[in-house]
T-cell receptor
Framework: DADVTQTPRNRITKTGKRIMLECSQTKGHDRMYWYRQDPGLGLRLIYYSFDVKDINKGEISDGYSVSRQAQAKFSLSLESAIPNQTALYFC???????????FGPGTRLTVL | QKEVEQNSGPLSVPEGAIASLNCTYSDRVSQSFFWYRQYSGKSPELIMSIYSNGDKEDGRFTAQLNKASQYVSLLIRDSQPSDSATYLCAVRRLQGYQKVTFGTGTKLQVIP
């Protein structure tokens, strides 16, 4: 089984809808991240969490919110989706003592 | 100036040749450097990390770091068609939460 899973893998929605993307990990890592990837812009950090009670905004948090339900679960919500939030979203985890980030398979989100 | 810069490519090399991928970064307090490989439609996966000046070799891959020039490179020897992917350079700064910043990636094409 994959260490970092994301659901759904693909989602098409309409402008104004609320969307939740979920991430689960079995690596036992404390740190979890949400990124979005757009052509030509690379990976950009949306939110990150170092433990259940520690949540921080990344460089592009506007229009997004997150919830860390447990050490292993980190959800990303789009309260009112807009077309420019169409992107590939990745969840990642890392251990506090190491720098390596482990990515989930990604969620391709399309907002019409 | 972008924090992490890479030529987007594509970089085309014949099978068996050496592929050289380059990355520059702007923040002198950067501490850790990573190369991730990303196949089309897939998630990034770590190839190598390097922390000190000089070369680090792992199989066909060699990472080179020059902190004075703020430059990190990845050499792929005996390039194979399976190496065709986008290569992301990532840099971790020793500041705040030790943010990791990704470059936009260089697309490598290995021609059989």
């Amino acid at each position: 089984d994959a260490d970092v899973t994301q659901t759904p893998r693909n989602r098409i929605t309409k402008t104004g809808k609320r969307i939740m993307l979920e991430c689960s990990q079995t690596k036992g890592h404390d740190r979890m991240y949400w990124y979005r990837q757009d052509p030509g812009l690379g990976l950009r950090l949306i939110y990150y969490s170092f433990d259940v009670k520690d949540i921080n905004k990344g460089e592009i948090s506007d229009g997004y919110s997150v919830s860390r339900q447990a050490q292993a679960k980190f959800s990303l919500s789009l309260e009112s989706a807009i077309p420019n939030q169409t992107a590939l979203y990745f969840c990642a985890t890392s251990d506090f003592s190491k720098d390596t980030q482990y990515f989930g398979p990604g969620t391709r989100l399309t907002v019409l | 100036q972008k924090e992490v810069e890479q030529n987007s490519g594509p970089l085309s090399v014949p099978e068996g040749a050496i592929a050289s991928l380059n990355c520059t970064y702007s923040d002198r307090v950067s501490q850790s450097f990573f190369w991730y490989r990303q196949y089309s439609g897939k998630s990034p996966e770590l190839i190598m990390s390097i922390y000190s000046n000089g070369d680090k070799e792992d199989g066909r891959f060699t990472a080179q770091l020059n902190k004075a020039s703020q430059y990190v490179s990845l050499l792929i020897r005996d390039s194979q068609p399976s190496d065709s992917a986008t290569y992301l350079c990532a840099v971790r700064r020793l500041q705040g939460y030790q943010k990791v910043t990704f470059g936009t990636g260089t697309k490598l094409q290995v021609i059989p």
